[in-house]
């Protein structure tokens, strides 16, 4: 194992707000690029003040600003933009997600900013993407989940669209946007090439993940509606409730692992019912895999059904709260929550990095830090300011 991060001498300047470029920035400060949060002087990232809190503290903020440097900088300000350049021009990656227009009038576009650093690669999030005649509309995660088709396919059939109440739309962007950073730097450090601009929205992620319902409407001209926990390209797949009042989910994606399941719940013979030995049969009779499969585990607890699936080798867990996610074995043994010391909370336990390397693991170095606590660091060692323009920008709420 090596002890320089895979990104040491990555600089990041992360100027976004809240969900979709922030979380990008963590990724990266994961594995070891140094990015520098960029925040309003007077109250910071709204996320700091997102979700739950505990004595004043966002939760979110903290995890989502770990291994953050937070500077604080007033953009709505022309000394605070030419600030912005100063920094920029000394760093690989800049993310935003100001509106185009924005972006034009206050002169931080991409080419203006190339001109200073030709292999800046600018990450703009937005939430239609540039061009089109929503471009410039205020967007968030919901609005992805919303037009994207996911809300339209999740739920009951009687019941209505559903949105997440979590930030998918965001998280599906700030991957796709990860990799396409990522993708950037490559080309730039490896291919000899120069930096460039990187256009990512909110919809077209999330819609490239259930592509599905395009498919069919373009070639059957048939909408896919809300059918549940079902899944209309294998069955059985649901969730069941068990006697005790759990609930665990099954996947019978596999051919072979749908067929273990009807063996595991005694019901052999519907193996060699043509019926159900083939996909597209088992998905027309998906009503009937349902019921079978409903009956027997809602005569059993949840751990006599896990105890039975596990030892068929059946694609079946637990449906879980975040109690019993912290409390699963599996979790523990991976050390996938470890606890964080935070001079704020004492200690939280947060997720840590999800790829695993060999040679440079990520690390979760600090948590989310106090609005502008390296100010000194960014300004004057970085930059190079002097004291006096560092104070009277100060005086001037700039900083």
Do not use: C
Not at 276 to 291: K, P, V, Y
Not at 334 to 344: K, L, N
Request: proline share 6%; charged share 25%.
């Amino acid at each position: 194992m090596t002890t320089e991060s895979a990104l040491s001498g990555i600089r990041v300047v992360d100027a976004a707000t809240l969900a979709a470029g922030p979380l990008v920035a963590t990724w990266l400060a994961e594995f070891g690029a140094e990015v520098i949060k960029i925040e309003q002087p007077r109250g910071g990232d709204p996320l700091r003040q997102w979700g739950a809190q505990k004595d004043g503290v966002g939760l979110m903020w903290k995890s989502l600003g770990r291994n953050k440097k937070s500077a604080t900088l007033d953009l709505r300000q022309e000394a605070g933009r030419d600030l912005l350049r100063e920094l920029v021009s000394h760093s690989d990656v800049l993310i935003v997600n100001l509106r185009p227009s924005t972006l034009n009038r206050w002169e931080l576009d991409y080419p203006r900013l190339e001109a200073d650093n030709p292999g800046l690669v600018m990450l703009h999030v937005s939430g239609f993407g540039a061009g089109g005649p929503k471009s410039d509309r205020p967007g968030f995660g919901t609005l992805g989940e919303a037009m994207s088709g996911f809300a339209h396919i999740t739920g009951h059939p009687d019941g209505p669209p559903t949105l997440p109440s979590f930030m998918l739309g965001d998280g599906v962007a700030a991957l796709t946007a990860t990799y396409a950073v990522m993708m950037a730097l490559y080309h730039r450090d490896v291919h000899g090439g120069g930096g460039q601009h990187i256009d990512i929205n909110l919809i077209e992620p999330l819609a490239r993940l259930i592509e599905q319902p395009v498919l069919t409407y373009d070639q059957l001209g048939t909408v896919a509606g809300r059918t549940g926990n079902r899944w209309d390209i294998s069955a059985p797949r649901n969730a069941y409730r068990t006697k005790d009042g759990y609930w665990l989910a099954m996947s019978g994606s596999a051919p072979t692992i749908a067929m273990r399941a009807l063996r595991a719940v005694g019901r052999a013979d519907l193996t060699e019912d043509p019926r159900f030995a083939e996909a597209q049969q088992r998905l027309a009779n998906a009503a009937e895999i349902d019921r079978v499969m409903g009956e027997w585990i809602g005569e059993r607890t949840l751990d006599t059904v896990m105890d039975v699936f596990d030892q068929e080798q059946v694609a079946a867990a637990p449906i879980y709260d975040a109690e019993q996610l912290l409390a699963d074995p599996q979790m523990q043994a991976r050390g996938v929550y470890a606890a964080q010391a935070d001079p704020d909370l004492g200690s939280m336990r947060v997720q840590g990095p999800v790829p695993r390397f060999s040679e440079t693991p990520g690390r979760v170095e600090h948590l989310g830090p106090a609005l502008g606590e390296h100010n000194d660091e960014i300004y004057l060692d970085l930059l190079g300011l002097d004291a006096d323009r560092y104070r009277r920008m100060q005086a001037d709420g700039v900083i």
